[in-house]
Structures are given as C-alpha cells and as structure tokens.
C-alpha cells in the first residue's frame, strides 16, 4: 500500500506561482507513475500532469502545457507540481495520485491510478 499527502495550496491573485508537494509513503517501490489531478466544484475530476517515477515521461494537459511543471524527488519519495501565471479556472481541489499498473507512456484516466492522496486546494482570483 502507498500513502500519499499533499501541501502548498493556497489563495494567490492570477499569474502567481504555487507549488504542490506530494509525500509518498509505503510500497513506493511498486509506483510506475505519478500524476496530478484537479476537481472544480460541478466538475469533473481531470488530470493535469503526469510523470513516470525514473523521472522521465512528462505530459500535461493542453491548458497548463507551459505553465505547470511536474517533477520527483526519488531520494525524497516526493512529488511536485510547479504552477506558474496562474488563471482562476485553475481553482480547484488538486490531487496526488500514482499507479502500479502503468507502463510505458503513464496515463490521464484516473481510473489507472491505484493510490491517492486528500487533496489540496488552490484558488486563484
């Protein structure tokens, strides 16, 4: 099993920065990739940036292609997402994920991801 919990959200006014940690805990050894996902309120959850655990194999969604950038710590069993020029549609409940069933490219369904984290929130005005 694999504990994950998430920090460094925050209230920030649009085109500032937050960054995300994700500590992992646990059969981390048994991870192939870890993501981050969003939920706004009446939306549906969608995942945001993604990460093979080696370190390589970044993807994003198209709308923070550019401004996000997702990153682990393996010494650290950490996981980070750097939020750049924020916008107030990224207002939205983020969260930590990884996956023991993914190999190869990781993926951007959630229903791949086995673990996950509580959750943190970040709001942008």
């Known amino acids: 099993h694999v504990q994950l919990v998430e920090s460094g959200g925050g209230s920030v006014q649009a085109e500032g920065s937050l960054r995300l940690s994700c500590a992992a805990s646990?059969?981390?050894?048994?991870?192939?990739?870890v993501a981050w996902f969003r939920q706004a309120p009446g939306k549906r959850r969608e995942g945001v940036a993604y990460?093979?655990?080696?370190?390589?194999?970044?993807d994003y969604r198209d709308s923070v292609a550019g401004r996000f950038t997702i990153s682990v710590d393996n010494a650290k069993n950490m996981v980070y997402l750097q939020m750049d020029s924020l916008k107030p549609e990224d207002t939205a409940l983020y969260y930590c994920a990884a996956s023991y069933r993914v190999f190869g490219l990781c993926s951007s369904a959630d229903y791949a991801y086995d673990y996950w984290g509580q959750g943190t929130q970040v709001t942008v005005s």
């Open positions: 990460i093979r655990v080696s370190g390589d194999g970044m």
């Open positions: 646990g059969n981390i050894i048994s991870t192939t990739c």
